[in-house]
């Protein structure tokens, strides 16, 4: 019996809260080592504390909750490990905002004071987001919730570093890096943005020595100049092959630059000759190296000009100093002409500054003895990518990959374990600090100042988050994880570097399927951004919509390796969902109210109504369930809503009221509301990884339920294949067909809804008829029909509108049923009105000029209209031609 009504309307706000407090209370979410089950681990991409929920994070929790409440109905020890990144320079950009405010910066604080500001700052704000992500219903094991900077993952970074230092793969030395004057710290190649900007190009005179020949070289970047330390040309090039060897002098400087040959010289860019400038510039730094040239760093780390360039430069911003140099160039003659030149620049993808590149000493990762065994295990198949295209843009990163600049010059994050001597410049490299040198015995140490990047801790997510390097249960039981959920946009940045760390610090894969998510579009197909005003708050979303119609539509609109087009009124597709299968429940409850449902009848009194929907349910479990697995997930999302919404709750219900309403027995009742929820349970659970909430708040009040009950810890669906019937399934469509045409009719034809029609039903195939004959009701029932005549070769009334299905003949006699008279009158108006319509268009059409000047858009929607157009009036044409026979 229902322990109660559901209300009349679907309030998510009164139901969501409720039930998580609920799993939460009785600890479904949690797992642990158990040797019974089989694991099933996802670590989820820890979110920066400084982040807001975002859409991209509600399509990637959705779909990791999905896998993961699929896994534990399946019966999998399901462990999801949720957690927070660090994110070393944009929460320190953050602090130092709100420092500014109060007229401080760091170094007023000095480091200890404002790494204290820091973590205060993260304990009040750096956790909204975790807040953010429970309200949609993720199921994480929160007692598992790890942060970067928390003890054991530290401890697990410092290991790192150590290993690979003893290793040889942890060096440092002067590298030419991407440096942000602004976050005044250097950024992997990967943390670099390039954008299209319009600039100019520069061609500047260079003297050559002892003559009266120029070489002249193009740039972007005359400030640069001021660090040049040789002029290259490409040793094919026959305009300069007699220069090679002598010496050029840097204007405004004086120094002499050696004019060397090397291949990497493009011919074709500028004048074919280009300064060499290897303090700031990476091609130009390999050439340096190359030919052993000097290297004169010409700016600080603020980007303003150093004491190395002449006086009158020292201190000017690096684009302040352009404007001088250039104007100088031109007053002494230097400067031959400017032309526009559009080309990418490199900005911090942090702060959007435009980055400089940067000769300074740093500490680097050599990735090529790691990379090669991370590039195998994906060529292999042991890892799988969905879609699968993105291994071929993996394996060309890998092939090409390069050093990994690993040090950061910001406090906020962890500090290298390097410390050094000041008396004898001994390098330690340190679990814990040393009390003295080992070298020299002073106690004069220091720690190195710098971090390292925030991508070296989240590196080692998959088994830090698990206590490595401790060998543990969990670390032997849950690792390696399954899946992966995550943006394509990292998979250089985390993606590889994750395999990587697995291999070498594991010896194994950390994860076995790595799923990347879409890019979120708004509906005109534009990136979701804050300028633009198209990316809504998901809370908002939620707040209007509930959960499960966030999570439910952002999904359904998601083909695998597809954008996404979303707007918040998309949401009103998971809305009239959720609302339709709670009008299902409210309807099934509603009848069983004083009923004592029977398991045992469930499978008893069964007519083709009970068989097709009972293949149906298995079906829709095999399909389903396979979606799943090829993680084609909006698919699964479909079969599951056409399996509900259509079939379920437009046919299966409508047909079964008869039989509950006016049954032949009180038991055939019983069997009828017995499998009905029977079969509405089992989809319930079918859709519970997509719809949480809803699902239980229905499944909870079908039965009487036990304490701690839950739906989500019941078994998933398995398929029953003896219940598949295509023959079966092809009957009953027959009949909805044939149900279906006598509706088209009826609304085509203006026929009243309150009245009921004849129909006439000619079949040559004996079965078909006894089809018909026998499932009359199902006709009367949902086609408000009164009399059926079956029969082969039946000749068509007067005054009758017909349909063909499956190349058999219905006929619905009009005569009683509308006036024919009114009714040819306004199929004549209607006629009128789309023929005229239908000219319209076709004159647009054949019109040149608007052919010519007209937008494809606005030419494929008139085309559209016009074919739209012929098809109603064809109808409209043949309707009447029943009213004139």
Same mark, same amino acid.
């Given at each position: 019996?229902?322990?109660?009504?559901?209300?009349?309307?679907?309030?998510?706000?009164?139901?969501?809260?409720?039930?998580?407090?609920?799993?939460?209370?009785?600890?479904?979410?949690?797992?642990?080592?158990?040797?019974?089950?089989?694991?099933?681990?996802?670590?989820?991409?820890?979110?920066?504390?400084?982040?807001?929920?975002?859409?991209?994070?509600?399509?990637?929790?959705?779909?990791?909750?999905? /896998?993961?409440?699929?896994?534990?109905?399946?019966?999998?020890?399901?462990?999801?490990?949720?957690?927070?990144?660090?994110?070393? +320079?944009?929460?320190?950009?953050?602090?130092?905002?709100?420092?500014?405010?109060?007229?401080?910066?760091?170094?007023?604080? *000095?480091?200890?004071?404002?790494?204290?500001?820091?973590?205060?700052?993260?304990?009040?704000?750096?956790?909204?987001?975790?807040?953010?992500?429970?309200?949609?219903?993720?199921?994480?094991?929160?007692?598992?919730?790890?942060?970067?900077?928390?003890? *054991?993952?530290?401890?697990?970074?410092?290991?790192?570093?150590? #290993?690979?230092?003893?290793?040889?793969?942890? /060096?440092?030395?002067?590298?030419?890096?991407?440096?942000?004057?602004?976050?005044?710290?250097?950024?992997?190649?990967?943390?670099?943005?390039?954008?299209?900007?319009?600039?100019?190009?520069?061609?500047?005179?260079?003297?050559?020595?002892?003559?009266?020949?120029?070489?002249?070289?193009?740039?972007?970047?005359?400030?640069?100049?001021? *660090?040049?330390?040789?002029?290259?040309?490409?040793?094919?090039?026959? #305009?300069?092959?007699?220069?090679?060897?002598?010496?050029?002098?840097?204007?405004?400087? *004086? #120094?002499?630059?050696?004019?060397?040959?090397?291949?990497?010289?493009?011919?074709?860019?500028?004048?074919?000759?280009?300064?060499?400038?290897?303090?700031?510039?990476?091609?130009?730094?390999?050439?340096?190296?190359?030919?052993?040239?000097?290297?004169?760093?010409?700016?600080?780390?603020?980007?303003?000009?150093?004491?190395?360039?002449?006086?009158?430069?020292?201190?000017?911003?690096?684009?302040?100093?352009?404007?001088?140099?250039?104007?100088?160039?031109?007053?002494?003659?230097?400067?031959?002409?400017?032309?526009?030149?559009?080309?990418?620049?490199?900005?911090?993808?942090?702060?959007?500054?435009?980055?400089?590149?940067?000769?300074?000493?740093?500490?680097?990762?050599?990735?090529?003895?790691?990379?090669?065994?991370?590039?195998?295990?994906?060529?292999?198949?042991?890892?799988?990518?969905?879609?699968?295209?993105?291994?071929?843009?993996?394996?060309?990163?890998?092939?090409?990959?390069?050093?990994?600049?690993?040090?950061?010059?910001?406090?906020?994050?962890?500090?290298?374990?390097?410390?050094?001597?000041?008396?004898?410049?001994?390098?330690?490299?340190?679990?814990?600090?040393?009390?003295?040198?080992?070298?020299?015995?002073?106690?004069?140490?220091?720690?190195?100042?710098?971090?390292?990047?925030?991508?070296?801790?989240?590196?080692?997510?998959?088994?830090?988050?698990?206590?490595?390097?401790?060998?543990?249960?969990?670390?032997?039981?849950?690792?390696?994880?399954?899946?992966?959920?995550?943006?394509?946009?990292?998979?250089?940045? =985390?993606?590889?570097?994750?395999?990587?760390?697995?291999?070498?610090?594991?010896?194994?894969?950390?994860?076995?399927?790595?799923?990347?998510?879409? +890019?979120?579009?708004?509906?005109?197909?534009?990136?979701?951004?804050?300028?633009?005003?198209?990316?809504?708050?998901?809370?908002?979303?939620?707040?209007?919509?509930?959960?499960?119609?966030?999570?439910?539509?952002?999904?359904?609109?998601?083909?695998?390796?597809?954008?996404?087009?979303?707007?918040?009124?998309?949401?009103?597709?998971? #809305?009239?969902?959720?609302?339709?299968? =709670?009008?299902?429940?409210?309807?099934?409850?509603?009848?069983?109210?004083?009923?004592?449902?029977?398991?045992?009848?469930?499978?008893?009194?069964?007519?083709?109504?009970?068989? =097709?929907?009972?293949?149906?349910?298995?079906?829709?479990?095999?399909?389903?369930?396979?979606?799943?697995?090829?993680?084609?997930?909006?698919?699964?999302?479909?079969?599951?809503?056409?399996?509900?919404?259509?079939?379920?709750?437009?046919?299966?219900?409508?047909?079964?009221?008869?039989?509950?309403?006016?049954?032949?027995?009180?038991?055939?009742?019983?069997?009828?509301?017995?499998?009905? +929820?029977?079969?509405?349970?089992?989809?319930?659970?079918?859709?519970?990884?997509?719809?949480?909430?809803?699902?239980?708040?229905?499944?909870?009040?079908?039965?009487?339920?036990?304490?701690?009950?839950?739906?989500?810890?019941?078994?998933?669906?398995?398929?029953?294949?003896?219940?598949?019937?295509?023959?079966?399934?092809?009957?009953?469509?027959?009949?909805?067909?044939?149900?279906?045409?006598?509706?088209?009719?009826?609304?085509?034809?203006?026929?009243?809804?309150?009245?009921?029609?004849?129909?006439?039903?000619?079949?040559?195939?004996?079965?078909?008829?006894?089809?018909?004959?026998?499932?009359?009701?199902?006709?009367?029932?949902?086609?408000?029909?009164?009399?059926?005549?079956?029969?082969?070769?039946?000749?068509?009334?007067?005054?009758?509108?017909?349909?063909?299905?499956?190349?058999?003949?219905?006929?619905?006699?009009?005569?009683?049923?509308?006036?024919?008279?009114?009714?040819?009158?306004?199929?004549?108006?209607?006629?009128?009105?789309?023929?005229?319509?239908?000219?319209?268009?076709?004159?647009?059409?054949?019109?040149?000029?608007?052919?010519?000047?007209?937008?494809?858009?606005?030419?494929?929607?008139?085309?559209?209209?016009?074919?739209?157009?012929?098809?109603?009036?064809?109808?409209?044409?043949?309707?009447?031609?029943?009213?004139?026979?």
């Amino acid at each position: 019996m229902a322990k109660r009504e559901l209300a009349k309307a679907y309030n998510p706000q009164e139901v969501e809260d409720k039930w998580y407090g609920y799993w939460m209370k009785n600890g479904y979410f949690y797992a642990k080592v158990n040797p019974d089950k089989r694991p099933y681990t996802i670590v989820m991409p820890p979110p920066n504390i400084t982040g807001m929920l975002t859409l991209g994070h509600v399509l990637n929790n959705t779909i990791q909750d999905i /896998y993961i409440r699929w896994k534990r109905m399946q019966g999998y020890e399901a462990c999801w490990i949720p957690g927070t990144d660090h994110a070393g +320079i944009a929460t320190q950009n953050v602090v130092e905002k709100a420092l500014a405010k109060e007229g401080l910066r760091r170094e007023d604080l *000095g480091r200890e004071k404002f790494l204290e500001r820091v973590w205060q700052w993260k304990e009040e704000y750096g956790n909204t987001i975790i807040k953010q992500l429970k309200k949609l219903g993720v199921s994480c094991d929160w007692k598992r919730e790890r942060f970067t900077m928390d003890e *054991g993952l530290s401890n697990a970074v410092k290991e790192v570093f150590i #290993r690979l230092y003893e290793k040889g793969l942890i /060096y440092r030395g002067k590298y030419i890096v991407n440096w942000c004057p602004r976050c005044h710290t250097a950024l992997a190649d990967d943390e670099v943005e390039y954008k299209e900007q319009s600039g100019k190009l520069w061609y500047i005179k260079y003297p050559i020595e002892n003559s009266n020949e120029f070489i002249t070289v193009a740039t972007t970047r005359p400030e640069t100049m001021l *660090g040049d330390t040789a002029v290259a040309v490409n040793p094919k090039d026959e #305009r300069y092959k007699h220069l090679i060897g002598k010496f050029a002098i840097l204007p405004l400087v *004086g #120094r002499k630059l050696p004019i060397i040959a090397d291949e990497i010289v493009d011919i074709e860019f500028g004048t074919g000759a280009v300064k060499v400038t290897p303090a700031h510039d990476p091609n130009d730094y390999l050439m340096a190296m190359k030919h052993n040239l000097e290297f004169v760093v010409a700016m600080d780390t603020h980007a303003k000009m150093n004491e190395n360039v002449p006086e009158k430069y020292r201190g000017l911003d690096r684009f302040e100093a352009r404007k001088e140099v250039v104007k100088d160039l031109e007053e002494q003659g230097y400067l031959l002409k400017v032309e526009d030149y559009t080309h990418s620049v490199g900005r911090c993808y942090r702060c959007d500054t435009i980055i400089e590149p940067y000769l300074s000493d740093q500490w680097f990762v050599k990735m090529k003895p790691l990379a090669e065994k991370a590039l195998q295990v994906v060529l292999d198949g042991k890892i799988k990518f969905y879609p699968e295209r993105w291994v071929k843009v993996y394996e060309h990163w890998m092939r090409n990959v390069r050093d990994w600049c690993i040090s950061r010059q910001i406090w906020w994050g962890h500090r290298i374990p390097v410390y050094y001597c000041d008396e004898c410049g001994e390098i330690m490299v340190e679990r814990e600090e040393p009390k003295s040198c080992k070298k020299c015995g002073s106690t004069k140490i220091r720690q190195d100042e710098d971090v390292l990047d925030t991508w070296f801790s989240s590196w080692l997510w998959p088994f830090s988050t698990l206590n490595w390097p401790e060998d543990n249960p969990d670390l032997r039981y849950f690792y390696p994880t399954d899946l992966l959920v995550t943006g394509p946009d990292i998979i250089f940045f =985390w993606v590889a570097r994750m395999i990587m760390a697995g291999l070498e610090f594991m010896g194994e894969i950390p994860f076995k399927e790595v799923y990347f998510t879409s +890019i979120i579009r708004d509906e005109f197909g534009r990136k979701m951004s804050k300028s633009l005003g198209n990316s809504p708050d998901p809370l908002d979303v939620i707040k209007e919509y509930g959960a499960d119609a966030l999570r439910f539509t952002i999904v359904y609109l998601a083909p695998l390796g597809q954008d996404i087009l979303f707007s918040t009124k998309k949401c009103e597709i998971g #809305r009239n969902f959720a609302n339709k299968i =709670w009008n299902a429940g409210r309807f099934l409850i509603m009848n069983c109210e004083g009923v004592e449902l029977k398991e045992e009848l469930k499978f008893e009194h069964l007519d083709l109504a009970d068989k =097709w929907i009972l293949s149906e349910l298995n079906k829709t479990i095999v399909e389903l369930t396979q979606a799943l697995e090829t993680y084609r997930i909006n698919d699964a999302t479909r079969i599951i809503y056409d399996f509900l919404w259509h079939d379920f709750c437009d046919w299966y219900l409508e047909i079964i009221k008869e039989r509950i309403y006016t049954p032949n027995s009180e038991e055939e009742k019983v069997a009828v509301l017995s499998r009905a +929820i029977y079969i509405f349970e089992e989809a319930l659970k079918l859709l519970h990884p997509f719809m949480p909430f809803i699902t239980e708040e229905i499944w909870q009040n079908l039965r009487k339920r036990k304490d701690g009950d839950s739906i989500m810890i019941q078994p998933f669906p398995i398929a029953d294949e003896k219940w598949i019937d295509d023959e079966i399934s092809k009957n009953m469509r027959f009949i909805q067909d044939v149900i279906v045409a006598i509706r088209a009719i009826r609304g085509e034809m203006n026929v009243p809804h309150s009245k009921q029609c004849d129909v006439l039903i000619s079949v040559a195939d004996e079965k078909k008829q006894t089809l018909i004959n026998d499932y009359i009701p199902y006709l009367k029932r949902l086609a408000k029909v009164q009399n059926v005549e079956v029969g082969s070769n039946l000749k068509r009334p007067k005054f009758s509108a017909s349909a063909v299905v499956s190349g058999d003949e219905i006929f619905v006699p009009l005569e009683g049923l509308i006036d024919v008279e009114v009714e040819k009158k306004r199929l004549e108006k209607e006629i009128k009105r789309f023929e005229a319509m239908l000219a319209e268009t076709e004159k647009k059409l054949n019109d040149p000029n608007f052919i010519s000047r007209a937008p494809k858009e606005i030419i494929d929607r008139e085309r559209q209209k016009y074919e739209n157009f012929r098809l109603t009036l064809e109808k409209l044409r043949q309707n009447y031609a029943y009213l004139v026979e």
